[in-house]
């Protein structure tokens, strides 16, 4: 089974890592994928290079046997659209289980993504719920479901069977959502303040080394 997450990673922090890291646990799975966008197509603002984001990456991910960096994106050199991913992933891992991983807000806009209507074909679908959502707002859960329904999605009962399915179902699930983000990290760092704890100690070197997020 192949999980991947993809994103920005602008920077990578202790969010991404923990999520990642507990994923691979409750998948019971050897290592879950992180994919850095070499340039997002649904997000403006982005602070660092391709290049900077993806030595953070590797950098973070040093001590962590359960995480590993798919760099695929990055090395395309190219507008990121995922359904070229989910192609290349496809052939790799054959009929094994495909896992795309997002969160809630992410997951709400997958309409409007290139080509949405392979990737049911292509890939199983993972959204973890916010930290406010974990709790609250059935009525907006119920929303999501449908929408991926209709994106052709079928929901999955239990982990197992999303393990077993090689594409074509989701699931929503809880993990321990910290409240960090890249685009809170990036504005402490232009402000002048300290980042420490939120990013680990080799990101956090690499973006002072560098003068990241300065301006």
Request: aromatic share 6%.
């Amino acid at each position: 089974m192949r999980v991947v997450f993809g994103g920005t990673f602008d920077p990578v922090h202790i969010g991404h890592l923990r999520m990642a890291n507990e994923l691979a646990s409750y998948l019971s799975l050897d290592k879950v994928y992180l994919m850095p966008c070499f340039r997002a197509v649904h997000k403006q603002g982005v602070g660092a290079s391709s290049e900077h984001r993806l030595n953070m990456l590797a950098l973070a991910l040093e001590s962590d046997n359960s995480i590993a960096l798919d760099d695929r994106e990055s090395q395309r050199g190219q507008a990121s659209y995922t359904i070229d991913s989910l192609q290349e992933l496809r052939q790799e891992v054959g009929c094994e289980p495909l896992c795309l991983v997002m969160g809630t807000d992410v997951a709400k806009g997958l309409a409007s993504w290139l080509r949405i209507d392979e990737f049911s074909k292509l890939t199983n679908i993972i959204v973890i719920r916010r930290p406010d959502e974990q709790y609250s707002g059935l009525d907006k859960e119920r929303m999501l479901e449908q929408s991926l329904e209709a994106l052709s999605f079928s929901p999955a009962a239990t982990v197992e069977d999303i393990k077993m399915a090689s594409a074509g179902k989701y699931i929503m699930i809880n993990l321990t959502a910290l409240e960090v983000s890249s685009s809170h990290i990036r504005k402490s760092v232009k402000q002048g303040l300290s980042i420490r704890y939120l990013v680990t100690d080799a990101v956090r070197e690499y973006i002072c080394d560098n003068a990241l997020y300065q301006n």
